[in-house]
């Protein structure tokens, strides 16, 4: 079941580099992640390569594989024929630091700007009470282990770095989303979503929720209803006339 | 030269970790007022604790209203078989249940029960259903909550910073040195209170289901500034790890699979746990099936199935069976759940190991059984602290959660640690900010000199030309403390991994690595194994020392507990890089305590 | 070493890894937005030449859905009020496009299906977008896609008066009742596949619950959101097959229509 694997995997960092080719031994089972590793111990010992669990829990190790971005520790190398060449570059949406492994402030900048949860009280005998059908929808979004790849996918960065100023990407949209439907917050964010994460920039095609790896209908259950909930904010005609005649409270 | 720069930052708390207990630490110093740092080897929110699946062990009393703090304390004292420190056991059970509660003040979503309160679920060794749960995802809920709530309150955070050396002036923590992983460059916090939050050392063996950052750092670290450590024998050896493929082997499988019913069966088909109920759990341990399944759903009139013993119990029995020619394909047992809970069930309580599975092993848990095997999961064992304040030996230095050690005796129990986390996390907060205001007055300075010496170390292998690869010398420990310090243990094997250790200490004098300072992980494994070394000798000294079997420690040579040594802690202590062991009396429980202990169960 | 020049789209951003090649996928991604664009194209000549032949849209007791409800004074067959005559050169399909056209295209499924077959924005994942700027749906005229739930309710009345036409087709050529052919089995499930496609729509799904902060204390519309989170689910594959559905019963109605079949009766 052992065999040579072909490997073409990015070297370099944000001065310059390019893909170089390298032959490692795979065997049974073996995600490429294993492969990174054999390469690091055997062939490359400076190899940069983030991780930490190698489980798909801690979202550490993305990246992009035949140009699809991927956790390397979900990606089998039995998904690839044997003579197949396997190309393993960083996420192409981030600075690069060295080799597979890129800065991804972006994210950690954009979690720290979004209006942060803000809870009602507690009851009287000091419990929060909330039912399982009341949660079950922020707790989809919770499943999120931010590895950034969802950020990684979105064109609306990816294809235009100016955009991130005013683009906080399905991840941070998803937490927003998450907090909006979280029973026990208190805070309206559909106009900040809209004004300050750039929801409208969102066009829904949707490669976020198709690089998922924890599978999280992020446009369906998340970006959608957060437009939607915006809509009824900012763009539903009857909410505008009814705040012009005064018999709604003005958005 | 500017290369001789360093980058220097001062604060009065600093956290080395950002796990469950780091975060918690620094949120707690925080808000006493303290200028607090958080330094941590990955990424914000990467850290060990998202690995945890099952839960937060809290006498909350949300579905069996009789449990409460006395219950849990006196858990938590027999699963450790009694060696735990009484008093950190005791803050543990009476404040756990506040930690939780205000983990939802923060944003946390935990299941719920029918009246709408955080639902509780069953695990090993727990009298009562107590474990705050999302999923089987807890450890992820967790992190994530105490991440947004360090974001929300601004505090620092050094991601991708490895410490290499704590800091000292007259026997007192002036700071913390170390270096930003992704340039290589140097950086010193000066600080009067560091906390070390830094988990466990489960990279030191090869089957685990620890993450590379378990490398002993913290345990090195406080160890070499002059602290002590406890119980280093314990070693926790979780009974469900993955297996099969080889390449996930270890892996940890929840013991919520168990706790929602799931069995374990040997090549045979034979529930085999029955047959491993040791005399001290048989009063509480249903000895058939039929009582065993009742036992679900309802627990007041039934004794609890074998299958959720202790764990080390449970990692016993399955290493026994696996050497009696009863094992599984590929070397473990098999742990069903397919055949007892519908497939619904299964894919809604269990999400993560359905996933899991699915994705790295294609087998479908709803329809077959898991192949499992005992995998490295824990150390109880860690630096020696005052339980109220979590302070080490050294005036300054606090630890708590994973790298401390006394709270869980001989052997912990499932769902005590993220407990553990919050309470001791925030114990550990608030004393270094008090320790921290009280020092305002003479801010801790550190040495050019000191600073030198630190660098010139952390340099030296990538100075080095053709020496000892790294992750040579590292797969030869892994594989070392796998085979000779594993879960049964001789005398003679115990004195080869010695002697196998020393070899290697001698060989990581002549460590060198290839490339640049900038994100280089040779470099960055070069300065983690010689923590690594560190504490395996620590391990297998003490566990050679222990001549008896009780909880995470077994011996094949002395196979029963000893009443002498149960009274006996062994305590670690380094000069010059050597480990030396001293036996220190258990500390006294007050007698209070000690009569819940009596009561029959 | 392959590559060093800087690509020519976003990716080629200074500071991220510098690799030419406008993506690096090796499956065929193109196809999925190639079969788009070849159905969508095929669906628009289609509509079009038929909405503007005006005729052959009635055989009693059969209405095509491109030309119902018939509004104009110049309609065939009389099963809606007609209101005006207008122009000669609009027919009466033209007068109600707007809405199931507005209600398709403003469809949060249909715009991830456009915007990537035609805009190419992006083609697909991972494969870099040819446009050099980008605002989304913040600006005229995309920022018109947000009021999708008017063209919502209006489909729904659509759907009803396609549903009534189809309750009209168990009338036989002299408005008998009693009658059934397979025209009336296409109308019925031209109908059935339209409510399947509103009903599943999102803003249908933020009507009836996912507005709602608690589900628990609004009980029935948890239970609606439920049944239209399942059929949501099937939003995509709703879209498509209702589509072939109206250009099917249209076609089925033109054959009857210019003799080219015989409409089978079963009682």
């Not at chain 2, 764990?311 to 070397?331: C, F, L, Q, T, Y």
């Not at chain 3, 913040?138 to 009803?160: K, S």
């Not at chain 3, 009742?177 to 009336?184: A, E, I, K, V």
């Amino acid at each position: 079941m052992t065999y040579q694997a072909k490997l073409r995997v990015w070297r370099g960092d944000a001065e310059g580099g390019g893909l170089r080719d390298y032959t490692v031994e795979v065997n049974e089972g073996e995600v490429v992640l294993d492969i990174i590793h054999r390469l690091q111990a055997t062939q490359a010992g400076d190899l940069a390569v983030r991780w930490n669990c190698k489980a798909g829990k801690c979202g550490s190790c993305s990246a992009e594989i035949n140009g699809r971005p991927r956790l390397l520790c979900l990606t089998r190398m039995g998904d690839f024929s044997e003579d197949e060449v396997v190309t393993i570059t960083p996420m192409r949406t981030f600075p690069v630091i060295r080799d597979l492994v890129t800065d991804v402030s972006y994210n950690y900048e954009k979690a720290a700007s979004i209006p942060g949860f803000t809870p009602v009280a507690r009851d009287a005998d000091g419990e929060h009470r909330m039912q399982q059908v009341d949660v079950e929808r922020s707790q989809e979004f919770r499943k999120c282990i931010e590895c950034f790849l969802c950020q990684d996918v979105c064109h609306v960065v990816r294809d235009h770095e100016d955009n991130k100023k005013v683009y906080a990407g399905p991840r941070f949209l998803m937490r927003i989303a998450e907090l909006d439907m979280h029973p026990l917050d208190n805070l309206d964010r559909r106009k900040v979503a809209q004004e300050n994460f750039g929801l409208g920039m969102c066009n829904i095609t949707k490669c976020c929720s198709e690089v998922c790896p924890e599978g999280i209908h992020i446009t369906d259950n998340a970006l959608i209803p957060l437009k939607e909930r915006v809509v009824d904010r900012k763009y539903d005609p009857l909410t505008w006339l009814g705040a012009k005649i005064g018999r709604r409270p003005h958005p | 030269m500017a290369d001789q720069a360093v980058e220097k930052h001062f604060y009065d708390v600093v956290v080395v970790g950002a796990g469950g207990a780091g975060l918690r630490a620094a949120i707690e110093a925080h808000e006493q007022g303290a200028r607090t740092a958080i330094v941590c080897k990955s990424l914000l929110g990467k850290a060990h604790t998202v690995m945890a699946e099952g839960g937060i062990a809290a006498s909350m009393g949300n579905v069996y209203a009789e449990d409460n703090w006395r219950v849990h304390f006196r858990d938590t004292m027999r699963g450790g078989k009694m060696l735990n420190h009484w008093r950190m056991a005791q803050l543990h059970a009476q404040e756990a249940p506040d930690r939780v509660r205000e983990l939802e003040d923060w944003g946390a979503l935990f299941d719920r029960t029918a009246a709408g309160l955080i639902s509780q679920r069953d695990f090993g060794g727990h009298r009562f259903a107590r474990l705050a749960h999302v999923g089987d995802r807890t450890g992820l809920e967790l992190i994530r909550t105490l991440q947004q709530r360090v974001v929300q309150l601004g505090i620092d955070v050094f991601m991708e910073c490895t410490v290499t050396k704590l800091l000292t002036t007259d026997d007192a923590m002036v700071g913390a040195f170390g270096y930003r992983r992704e340039s290589g460059e140097f950086i010193v916090w000066q600080a009067p209170s560091v906390i070390l939050a830094t988990g466990g050392i489960g990279k030191a063996f090869k089957v685990t289901s620890n993450s590379w950052e378990y490398s002993g750092d913290g345990h090195a670290l406080a160890l070499r500034a002059g602290a002590t450590l406890v119980n280093m024998e314990f070693v926790q050896f979780h009974p469900t790890g993955m297996v099969w493929p080889l390449s996930v082997k270890g892996l940890l499988i929840t013991e919520s699979v168990r706790g929602e019913g799931g069995v374990l069966k040997n090549s045979e088909g034979k529930r085999f746990m029955f047959d491993y109920i040791p005399e001290f759990f048989k009063a509480e341990t249903a000895d058939n099936e039929e009582e065993a399944d009742r036992w679900y759903d309802d627990h007041t009139n039934n004794r609890r199935p074998p299958e959720l013993l202790p764990r080390d119990e449970v990692a016993r029995a399955i290493n026994s069976e696996v050497k009696a020619g009863r094992g599984s394909p590929h070397g473990g047992v098999f742990l069903d759940i397919a055949s007892r809970r519908t497939p619904e069930d299964i894919k809604k309580r269990l999400p993560s190991m359905y996933h899991q599975f699915k994705e790295l092993a294609e087998v479908d848990i709803t329809k077959e059984p898991m192949e499992v095997g005992p995998t490295c999961h824990y150390v109880m064992g860690g630096v020696e602290v005052d339980p109220d304040t979590a302070a080490a030996k050294i005036r300054g230095l606090y630890a708590a959660g994973e790298v401390a050690g006394g709270m869980h005796g001989s052997n912990r129990l499932g769902g005590n640690s993220l407990s553990d986390l919050l309470v001791f996390g925030r114990r550990a907060g608030a004393s270094a900010a008090l320790y921290a205001a009280e020092k305002k007055a003479t801010p801790p300075e550190v040495t050019d000199d000191a600073l030198a010496q630190a660098r010139q170390e952390a340099l030296a292998p990538l100075e080095r030309q053709g020496g000892e690869n790294p992750y040579a010398i590292h797969a030869e420990l892994q594989n070392t403390m796998n085979d000779l310090v594993g879960i049964i243990r001789t005398a003679g094997e115990l004195q080869q991994a010695l002697d196998k250790v020393a070899a290697l200490k001698a060989r990581i004098a002549n460590l060198s690595v290839e490339g640049k300072r900038r994100y280089n992980p040779g470099w960055h494994l070069a300065l983690d194994l010689p923590n690594m070394l560190t504490v395996s000798e620590c391990v297998a000294k003490a566990a050679l020392e222990r001549q008896e079997s009780r909880g995470g420690h077994t011996r094949d040579d002395f196979p029963k507990p000893t009443p002498e040594w149960g009274a006996l802690n062994l305590i670690c202590s380094s000069s010059d890089g050597a480990v030396s062991l001293t036996r220190q009396p258990l500390p006294q429980m007050p007698d209070e305590l000690a009569t819940l202990f009596q009561e029959t169960t | 070493m392959t590559t060093t020049a800087p690509a020519p789209a976003g990716t080629g951003a200074p500071g991220r890894a510098r690799i030419a090649a406008r993506h690096l996928r090796t499956d065929t991604w193109w196809v999925q937005p190639a079969i788009t664009v070849a159905v969508l194209v095929a669906f628009i000549i289609y509509s079009t030449l038929r909405a503007f032949e005006n005729a052959n849209y009635f055989v009693a007791p059969y209405i095509s859905p491109f030309y119902s409800p018939c509004i104009t004074k110049s309609c065939q067959g009389s099963s809606f009020p007609e209101l005006f005559t207008g122009p000669s050169f609009l027919t009466p399909a033209i007068y109600i496009l707007v809405v199931p056209l507005g209600f398709r295209l403003t469809c949060y499924y249909y715009r991830k299906a456009y915007y990537r077959a035609f805009w190419l924005s992006p083609p697909a994942c991972a494969v870099a977008e040819p446009h050099k700027t980008y605002t989304g749906e913040t600006r005229f005229p995309l920022v018109f896609q947000n009021i999708h739930r008017y063209f919502f309710v209006a489909g729904l009345v659509f759907n009803v008066i396609l549903t009534y036409d189809a309750v009209l087709a168990f009338r036989d050529k002299n408005d008998h009742w009693g009658h059934m052919g397979l025209g009336t089995l296409v109308l019925l499930t031209n109908a059935a596949l339209l409510w399947l496609y509103s009903l599943s729509c999102h803003s249908c799904r933020h009507i009836v619950g996912g507005k709602l902060k608690s589900f628990s204390k609004h009980p029935m519309r948890y239970k609606f959101w439920q049944v239209v989170s399942r059929l949501n689910g099937s939003h995509m594959k709703l879209a498509w097959v209702s589509l072939f559905g109206v250009a099917l019963t249209d076609f089925y109605v033109r054959l009857l229509a210019t003799g080219a079949f015989n409409d089978p009766k079963f009682f």
